[in-house]
């Protein structure tokens, strides 16, 4: 089992969530269409790529499209086209349908041009079109296709922020959802995921019908002995000797089982050893390396990618509310009630809808992961992320409480 600190990992590499596939897979085999969330690092698209690996095996097809960086329809689309580049009786059907772009066998040309070919053949008016056909040369093909679109959320965020106008993300998921059923019993069956929510967005818009036909299933962290079951079995991978109660410690000093942290701490303890001269991890090291390491500089792009992905799930006043509650819980250990009301007053006069605005932002927060609800307030479910956000504004946030206004 190689360690894995960014990647996606499938095959031999891949660990744990037997049940979690299990339970897709009955999904999926029952042409139910998926709607997969859970937190950041949570190893989302490394289900998915196992699941689609599996499926295969099967007799299944499997389309694997990325839009993170679609701004518009078109986009997506000759995304997913791409997706299918290499399953040549599905993107010849396709591309038979645009001749006038492909004058060259399609087996002669790049899953890269292909692309440009495909989205310089799409404008505002012809993307459902074209879309609609491939959807129903999938529901044709000769097995039955399984359709991943990750990080749909992202692309639906980032066209609303382009243009300000929600009628084209209603139009968007109404068109697809109406595509699907169109389809019926031969639809690809479709699982979207996302590192940000699309539940929170959609009751945002007040479009939240627009998702119903999916399921929604969300991915959990691993509990103390599977995350220690990893941790072991890393290091016997790595030839690493570790003394006893380390995984132990990893666990209790992250706070919840991510399986990316978990890979991530034993991959900067394995190079603590290496720098030092040892084979042999000890529980004094993972201390050491929680501080210099995870919370120091090299550890600063895994966090920092929560603040960037929370900043592309809310718009600038929310994003502003969020920091103000983040930096809260995490200064003061917990988000109280009182300090909710401390917020309302302080925005009062700038947000005319604060109250609701504080009530959907802690929504996200806790749908993505943020924080978790608590007998006295909100607090953070990770220690790595209450501490690092601690660090970040410690000294800078003035607690919301000293700041209540005597008015």
Not at 27 to 35: C, G, K, P, R, T
Not at 202 to 211: A, E, N, Q
Not at 217 to 224: F, G, I, Q, T
Not at 299 to 327: C, F, K, P, W
């Amino acid at each position: 089992m190689r360690s894995s600190t960014g990647r996606w990992v499938n095959g031999n590499d891949f660990f744990n969530r037997e049940t979690e596939l299990m339970i897709l897979e009955n999904y999926v085999m029952e042409q139910n269409h998926v709607l997969l969330t859970g937190q950041r690092r949570m190893g989302k698209t490394s289900v998915v790529q196992e699941l689609g690996r599996r499926l295969e095996e099967k007799g299944w097809t499997f389309l694997f499209a990325d839009v993170e960086g679609a701004i518009c329809p078109e986009d997506v689309i000759a995304d997913i086209a791409r997706s299918a580049y290499r399953i040549r009786s599905i993107i010849s059907r396709f591309c038979t349908g645009m001749t006038r772009l492909f004058i060259d066998r399609i087996e002669e040309i790049s899953a890269h041009d292909i692309h440009l070919k495909i989205r310089a053949g799409l404008d505002a008016g012809s993307w459902q079109r074209h879309g609609e056909q491939l959807f129903h040369i999938c529901a044709t093909h000769d097995k039955p296709v399984l359709l991943v679109i990750d990080e749909l959320p992202i692309f639906l965020k980032r066209m609303l922020q382009h243009d300000g106008n929600a009628q084209r993300v209603d139009e968007f998921l109404s068109w697809l959802r109406r595509v699907l059923q169109s389809l019926g019993d031969n639809s690809p069956t479709l699982i979207i995921s996302g590192s940000i929510g699309l539940e929170p967005l959609v009751r945002r818009l007040g479009i939240p019908d627009r998702i119903n036909h999916l399921f929604p299933y969300r991915l959990a962290p691993w509990d103390r002995d599977t995350s220690v079951e990893c941790f072991a079995l890393l290091a016997e991978s790595h030839q690493l000797i570790v003394e006893d109660d380390v995984a132990e410690k990893v666990y209790e000093i992250l706070g919840v089982g991510i399986p990316h942290h978990v890979q991530s701490f034993f991959a900067r303890l394995r190079d603590f050893a290496i720098m030092h001269g040892r084979d042999r991890i000890t529980v004094e090291d993972v201390s050491t390396v929680y501080r210099t390491e995870l919370l120091g500089p090299p550890g600063q792009n895994d966090l920092v990618h929560y603040e960037t992905r929370l900043n592309e799930a809310l718009e600038g006043e929310s994003y502003s509310i969020a920091m103000e509650v983040l930096a809260e819980a995490a200064t003061q250990d917990v988000f109280t009630t009182d300090a909710q009301f401390c917020l309302q007053q302080l925005y009062a006069d700038v947000i005319h809808d604060i109250d609701e605005r504080i009530s959907d932002t802690l929504g996200v927060l806790v749908h993505d992961g943020y924080l978790i609800p608590s007998d006295d307030g909100y607090r953070f479910p990770s220690r790595l992320l209450k501490d690092w956000w601690s660090a970040r504004f410690r000294g800078h946030h003035v607690p919301l409480e000293s700041r209540r206004s005597d008015d």
